[in-house]
């Protein structure tokens, strides 16, 4: 009886164990299967105009140059462009992870306010700086964590990093967004 109690006991709690070990999904706003972070502004006393012409500024201050703006629309208050950031974040044995994140960016001004989209979120990690950095959407790493295959050219699961790190790095991510978006409304507002 006591043996039984005890194998009782012991199965129950690897079976409590294990079920505990899953990876959960990160926080990043997810919008029909793509990770999308869009917000919304309002700035009283500007004009369309002026907004429009903050956020040509916005790129040309941020990123050292205009080149990467690929849609001024003027009418319609439409500025659409790429921008690549760095981030970084804990990997194994608490030792920094740094990696390149590359993203379109879209600002839409009105009369009063703006509205901000960034999208197309690709990873770019290069562990040996012997070897070519490699890219990997946002997207892919989100399926990846949460146990679907992946994917590409060369294979299955072309994320460069395990499942726990490509957790840390789409958790990173929020931060980084929420400084892109707090420096957009810096030059949008005029502060």
């Known amino acids: 009886m006591r043996k ?3 194998l009782t006991f012991v199965l129950i709690s690897q079976i409590a164990f294990a079920q505990k070990k899953q990876n959960a999904a990160p926080n990043v706003p997810l919008k029909n299967g793509e990770i999308v972070y869009e917000k919304e502004f309002n700035v009283a006393g500007k004009s369309g105009d002026q907004l429009y012409s903050n956020s040509e500024s ?3 201050k941020r990123y050292k140059s205009a080149e990467g703006i690929e849609v001024k629309d003027r009418p319609t208050g439409k500025v659409i462009g790429s ?3 760095f981030l970084t974040f804990k990997g194994p044995v608490n030792r920094n992870v740094s990696c390149k994140v590359k993203m379109m960016i879209q600002i839409n001004s009105k ?3 703006y509205s901000v989209r960034i999208y197309n979120i690709v990873y770019g990690y290069q562990e040996d700086p012997t070897k070519e950095r490699e890219f990997f959407k946002a997207e892919d790493m989100m399926n990846y964590i949460m146990g679907q295959k992946v994917k ?3 294979g299955y699961n072309p994320v460069a990093f395990n499942k726990k790190q490509s957790v840390k790095a789409l958790e990173s991510l929020n931060g980084l967004i929420n ?4 420096s957009i ?3 949008m507002s005029g502060k």
């Not at 400084?179 to 707090?182: E, H, I, P, R, Y």
């Open 185 to 187: 409304n810096q030059t």
């Open 152 to 154: 590409n050219a060369e």
């Open 83 to 85: 921008g690549t950031e």
């Open 179 to 182: 400084d892109v978006m707090a």
């Open 4 to 6: 039984l109690f005890l």
């Open 111 to 113: 009369d009063g306010g």
């Open 58 to 60: 916005w790129f040309v």
